[in-house]
Structure formats: structure tokens, C-alpha cells
């Protein structure tokens, strides 16, 4: 059984607050891109908090069968992206989220709220 691209995106903030990510903003592209229906984007503290969070996805992933279709960033940590295909993980140090802002560069997309 595959998952609905809503039900791995549920999946995916869980298991990056799980691991204590900052600032979590789910926004919900499908009507602006066709690169995906969800990103992700998050930030962690350290390099070490930016690898846990995205193997933490990426393990949650694999639990549940759902494809990887590509990790980059892993060699510098500061912008760690998982692509899950409808689901996109942008998983930033600290420091480098705010110089990217890529909230404000997809600021058409509808915010998903989280309870």
C-alpha cells in the first residue's frame, strides 16, 4: 500500500519534530509548481542537529516504504534536501535558512497548518 503524498508529508513533520527542528512550515505548492504538493522546511542548531533531522526522515521513509528519490547536502550540512517525490524535506542549518528564505520565494503556496 502506497501513501497519499498528505500522509507522507504527516509523516515526515512528525519525525523532524521528533528530532527537535526548528521553525517547521509546511507549505502546499501543488497549485504553484509541479516540482511537488508539499516542501518541508525546516533548520537546525549544528551541523550534527541538520543530519539527524534529515536521517530521521529519511529513516521514517524506508519504515513506511516510501521511495527516496534523492538526498543532497549531506557532504556540508548546511542545506539538506530529501526528495520523496510529492514531498520535498529542505532541512537548513540555522544560518543558512534565513539567507535562502525560500518561504518568501514560494510565498504563493498555501501555508499547511499542524496541529
Known sequence: MSLTPNAIMKLIVDAVQDKKAYDVV?????EVSLIADYFIICHGNSET???AIAA???KR???HQVHVRGLEGTDT???VLLDLGDVVLHVF????RE??????IW???KLVEHI
Open 56 to 58: 530521521e526522515a529519511r
Open 26 to 30: 509546511t507549505l502546499d505548492v501543488s
Open 99 to 104: 539567507y535562502y528564505n525560500i518561504e518568501r
Open 93 to 96: 542549518h540555522r544560518d543558512d
Open 107 to 109: 510565498s504563493d503556496a
Open 49 to 51: 542537529q541538520v543530519q
Open 77 to 79: 550540512l548546511r542545506w
Open 61 to 63: 521513509a524506508h519504515e
